[in-house]
Structure formats: structure tokens, C-alpha cells
């Protein structure tokens, strides 16, 4: 089973930062496309962004683009999520999730992290 642990999570006011780690295993980040999802309280859960095997291409929801910066450090079997100018609407349950390259959905998850954002 692999395990994803993510952190980083908390409380901040509008227009902070945070940083959310997603610690994995070196095999996977070396290897597999990496995302970042979120899910609010009684909303589905929404991508909000992801990096292929090596960090070359990104993708990000319109909704935190500009704003949002995943990243990821092989070397320390990291993956980052970089959130400023947080708005309200991104307070949700962070969660990071691998999948093999051409795997049409993802395999693997995280228990999640809670970001809150206040007015």
C-alpha cells in the first residue's frame, strides 16, 4: 500500500499564504503524475492541480491559477502545493494523489489536510 501523508494545513486570513507537503514515496515521485485535489464541506471533491512524472507539465483549475504553484522534490520525496492570496472560497480538505502516467484516474491517495481561510 503505498501512503501519501500530507501537511501544511491551517487557518489563515484572506490574502495569506500556505505551503502544503505531501510526503511519498521516492518510487512514485520519481516516476508518477502527481495532483493536488480539495473537497469543501458538502461539495464533490474538485482537481485543483497537478505535475507530470518529472515536473515538466503542470496543470491548475482555473479557480487558482496565478495563485497556486505544485511542485516537487525528488530528492526529499516532496510534493508541494504553494497557495497565496487565499480567498475563502479555497477553504476545503486538501488531499495529494498519484497515478502512473497513462492511468486514467488516480490510484493513490492522502488522508488530507485542512485548509481554512477566514474573511
Known amino acids: 500500500q503505498v501512503q501519501l501523508v500530507e501537511s501544511g494545513g491551517g487557518l489563515v486570513q484572506a490574502g495569506g499564504s500556505l505551503t502544503l507537503s505531501c510526503a511519498a514515496p521516492?518510487?512514485?515521485?520519481?516516476?508518477?503524475?502527481m495532483g493536488w485535489f480539495r473537497q469543501a464541506p458538502g461539495k464533490e471533491r474538485e482537481f485543483v492541480a497537478q505535475?507530470?512524472?518529472?515536473?515538466?507539465?503542470?496543470n491548475y483549475a482555473n479557480s487558482v491559477k496565478g495563485r497556486f504553484t505544485i511542485s516537487r522534490d525528488v530528492a526529499n520525496s516532496t510534493i508541494y502545493l504553494q497557495m497565496n492570496n487565499l480567498k475563502p472560497d479555497d477553504t476545503a480538505t486538501y488531499y495529494c494523489?498519484?497515478?502512473?502516467?497513462?492511468?486514467?484516474?488516480?490510484?493513490?491517495w492522502g488522508q488530507g489536510t485542512q485548509v481554512t481561510v477566514t474573511s
Open positions: 521516492s518510487f512514485i515521485l520519481s516516476r508518477f503524475t
Open positions: 494523489a498519484g497515478r502512473r502516467a497513462f492511468s486514467a484516474s488516480y490510484e493513490h
Open positions: 505535475s507530470n512524472w518529472n515536473g515538466g507539465a503542470t
